[in-house]
């Protein structure tokens, strides 16, 4: 590969801090120079150079939380089809969710996922073990070997383990590896019957409703346990403020927790479902405004470490249906950083502090070689022009699935180019 030289570019990069204008040269799929430095010692001696002004560069996404149908389901979603996606919304690591079919509960379907995401994948896709045997919640996976295989975390998907004994095992065994634990904390009881947030809206729209409960109780049950165990646990996609400052206060006494928020939960409220929208249909279920300002600040302050897309494709067949009746989940890689930068459009959160949480934060949480643009580190880069208008078409979504909760929504912000290993593998 030739040297290549994105210049003067506005560099924003949370792992060292740095926020400067300057240049980025790229050797061999790595960082070698950036920076005003490199600016002014690495022009002379490249040859391809790329005029980056207005534009800014910052770490490739990591998306800790994205399902995928394949293998299974490959009508709502392929492994290459989700890479495409990842790339246009400017991510470009993936973290797979197990609760394909089958099951990724077996070394043979990690090394299928690799070995197909190798083949066919734009991004870097890396799969999640199941926690537990089918998903099902009652035995325990193999998690040595599905980590030496190359898993980089346990969950249990969209599923939360209902028995303590199992999780405080799991969580015990996965403190022995080093292992990730990463959970839905969504109680299968509380929240059975409820299609979205219980309240005052939902009785007007007459659905039924999921208490707060119905996240509080299992997220604090399992800081109780990782508190017992010592291991280190991230819950996946919290909503309510009571699941922040549950998460805070275990940090304060020391535990090695973490915790994740979709961005639709820090951009739509309960009342965007309007007349029964089953794209607004998520679980967890989209909160009132109140808890949705609460998981911005949350997100600010550091209580809540990182953003996902929560991406979940569905298609016409479990979405065009009565609200009660649709599938949970929305699509939602192509539309991450956008909707993210409305937080920062509004001085809600500060830019370092987003991009942080999208892309450097997610990648430590992990131990991913990804999120960083220090000087050799692979150069997965997105540029992105932060003031660039734009409206999402359904037409112009590349997700086979077309059920985003963003579609025709209006963003200020948008990715016009991402690298992989100093590679474009989209460009607006």
Known sequence: MKPRVLGNVRIIDPSTGMDETGDIVIIDGKVAAIGASAAQLERSAQRQVEDCSGLIAIPGLVDACVHIGEPG??????????SRAAAKGGVTSIIMMPD???????????DFVQRLARDEAIVNVHPAAALTKGLKGEEMTEFGLLLEAG????????????????????????RDFGAVVSVATQDPHLGATGVMNEGLFASWLG?????????????ERDLRLAALTRARYHAMAISVPESADAIRAAKARGLAVTAGVSVNHLTLNETDIGEYRTFFRLSPPLRGEDDRRAMVAALADGAIDIIVSAHDPQDVDTKRLPFA????????????????????HSGDVPLMRLIEALSTRPAEILGLEAGSLKVGARADIALIDPEHPWVLSKDDIVSRSKNSAFEDARFTGKVLQTLVAGVTVYRA
Do not use: F, Q
Request: charged content about 20%; some cysteine.
């Open 73 to 82: 389901a490959e009508h709502r979603e392929t492994i290459a089809s989700a």
């Open 100 to 110: 394909t079919s089958p099951v990724i509960d077996d070394v043979a379907l990690v």
């Open 151 to 174: 898993a980089v975390c346990l969950s249990n998907g969209r599923h939360t383990v209902a028995n303590p004994a199992v999780m405080r095992r799991a969580m015990t065994y996965a």
């Open 207 to 219: 659905l039924p409703g999921i208490p707060r409960e119905a996240e509080i109780i299992p997220l």
């Open 325 to 344: 009746d649709a599938e949970n989940g929305a699509i939602g890689l192509e539309t991450l950083l956008s909707a993210a930068l409305r937080l920062y």
